[in-house]
């Protein structure tokens, strides 16, 4: 709703200048429902202006209407429309099914552990568009990368030097399937 509003200002000294100005007001976005859908993947039913939580810490780069739950916890969302702020959606308790292996593709990841150089080599059937995830423990995305690969042999290498010492998830997906593995930096 937008408006203009006017204002008259009187005391005991007499009446001042009218004055107006534009006022637009935002209804504040609906409480977001959320459901868990194939592969772990969650969706909010808003489709812009999410921002998605596992235990009560913010994802900052997941940002999406949908959300990969790498790892087991509560999940939410808030989301924000013009800055006006829904209430949270219900949580929802996500128990991360493990380490899934798709058959497009095989991988060798090395040195794992590693102290930084991580090496993505794969082979591939097919031309194909990769993605490529690293989520630290909390299921905060903390790279992404994609690549247009010929079939055959290819690889990435990642460098995980600046990141703190623990252990990560890395998801290599691609428009039929996803593979998944753990990952520890020292």
Same mark, same amino acid.
């Given at each position: 709703?937008?408006?203009?509003?006017?204002?008259?200002?009187?005391?005991?000294?007499?009446?001042?200048?009218?004055?107006? #100005?534009?006022?637009?007001?935002?209804?504040?976005?609906?409480?977001? %429902?959320?459901? #868990?859908?194939?592969?772990?993947?969650?969706?909010?039913?808003?489709?812009?202006?999410?921002?998605?939580?596992?235990?009560?810490?913010?994802?900052?780069?997941?940002?999406?209407?949908?959300?990969?739950?790498?790892?087991? %916890?509560?999940?939410?969302?808030?989301?924000?429309?013009?800055?006006?702020?829904?209430?949270?959606?219900?949580?929802?308790?996500?128990?991360?099914?493990?380490?899934?292996?798709?058959?497009?593709?095989?991988?060798?990841?090395?040195?794992?552990?590693?102290?930084?150089?991580?090496?993505?080599?794969?082979?591939?059937?097919?031309?194909?568009?990769?993605?490529?995830?690293?989520?630290?423990?909390?299921?905060?995305?903390?790279?992404?990368?994609?690549?247009?690969?010929?079939? %055959?042999?290819?690889?990435?290498?990642?460098?995980?030097?600046?990141?703190?010492?623990?252990?990560?998830?890395?998801?290599?997906?691609?428009?039929? %399937?996803?593979?998944?593995?753990?990952?520890?930096?020292?």
């Amino acid at each position: 709703m937008s408006a203009d509003v006017i204002v008259n200002a009187t005391n005991a000294c007499g009446n001042g200048a009218s004055s107006s #100005l534009f006022v637009t007001l935002n209804q504040i976005p609906p409480q977001p %429902g959320i459901s #868990l859908g194939q592969n772990d993947t969650i969706f909010s039913d808003a489709p812009f202006g999410n921002q998605w939580y596992l235990n009560n810490q913010s994802l900052p780069s997941d940002t999406l209407d949908h959300l990969y739950a790498a790892y087991t %916890g509560d999940y939410q969302t808030i989301v924000t429309l013009n800055n006006c702020v829904s209430e949270p959606s219900e949580i929802l308790y996500v128990i991360a099914v493990g380490i899934e292996e798709t058959k497009e593709f095989s991988v060798n990841i090395h040195p794992n552990p590693t102290n930084g150089k991580l090496n993505i080599d794969f082979i591939t059937p097919f031309d194909r568009t990769y993605n490529l995830y690293l989520y630290n423990e909390l299921g905060t995305r903390m790279f992404h990368s994609e690549k247009s690969v010929t079939k %055959g042999k290819s690889s990435w290498v990642i460098d995980l030097g600046s990141f703190s010492p623990g252990l990560f998830l890395l998801t290599i997906q691609s428009a039929e %399937g996803m593979t998944r593995k753990k990952i520890i930096k020292n």
